[in-house]
């Protein structure tokens, strides 16, 4: 079986653009869940979706956005934004969410210069 | 709310030492469940075990083995024999309940581990 995969590996903007980013679930996974990891701030979680729906988010602006899509697959999208967003961006899947082992992909690295 | 504890922010051991990597965590609930993750410098998140906090057995798979103690909230990992292949950052993390029935993982800094030849 396929991992999570996500695309793009490696992104560099500049302050007040805004970028997307994607991620693909192991196949059968319909639960998402995004979390950004910088030096200083260690493994956050940013929000989890669950069939089209975002069930929770973490504390993080209104500038961090996602959806879901019937076939499971997610987009995460920063507006605006800054340079305190550079980090890696990792997705993970699971069965259907909740206790269920979640699996991550290989991340987005984004740079805001 | 819940934390976790990873004290030790970088170890290195030369190859075929035995190494623990240890882990406190803080939790309200009742049930929980921990988890170790592995981060090569490629940068995923490799899953390695999960552990259901009625369940206090350790265990061991391979190299690899785990000590589950409620008493004293801690959760740690054992590497014996270490392998130049096992330098990676090691998370710890513990679940947490969420409104919806969802969970969130709730990671501690990582430990460093670099295994020379």
């Known amino acids: 079986k396929a991992g999570v995969t996500q695309t793009p590996r490696y992104l560099i903007k500049t302050r007040g653009q805004q970028v997307t980013l994607s991620c693909s679930p192991i196949?059968?996974?319909?639960?998402v869940s995004w979390y950004q990891q910088t030096p200083g701030q260690g493994l956050q979680f940013l929000f989890e979706?669950?069939?089209?729906?975002?069930?929770n988010k973490g504390n993080f602006p209104g500038r961090f956005s996602g959806r879901q899509f019937s076939n499971s697959r997610s987009e995460m999208n920063v507006s605006t934004l800054e340079l305190g967003d550079s980090a890696l961006y990792l997705c993970?899947?699971?069965?259907?969410?909740?206790?269920?082992?979640?699996?991550f992909g290989p991340g987005t690295r984004l740079t805001v210069l | 709310a819940q934390k976790v504890t990873q004290a030790q922010t970088e170890i290195s051991v030369v190859e075929k030492e035995d190494v623990t990597l240890d882990c406190v965590y803080e939790t309200r609930d009742t049930t929980y469940y921990l988890f170790w993750y592995k981060q090569p410098p490629s940068g995923e998140l490799v899953f390695l075990i999960r552990?259901?906090?009625?369940?206090?057995q350790n265990e061991i798979s391979g190299r690899y083995s785990w000590n589950f103690q409620k008493s004293t909230s801690s959760f740690n990992f054992t590497i014996t024999a270490s392998q130049v292949v096992d330098s990676a950052v090691y998370f710890c993390a513990l679940s947490e309940a969420l409104e919806g029935g969802s969970e969130k993982l709730v990671f501690g800094k990582g430990t460093k581990l670099t295994v020379n030849p």
């Open positions: 979706y669950f069939s089209e729906t975002q069930r």
């Open positions: 993970a899947s699971s069965l259907n969410g909740g206790v269920d082992t979640q699996y």
């Open positions: 196949s059968g996974h319909r639960s």
């Open positions: 552990r259901n906090s009625f369940d206090e």
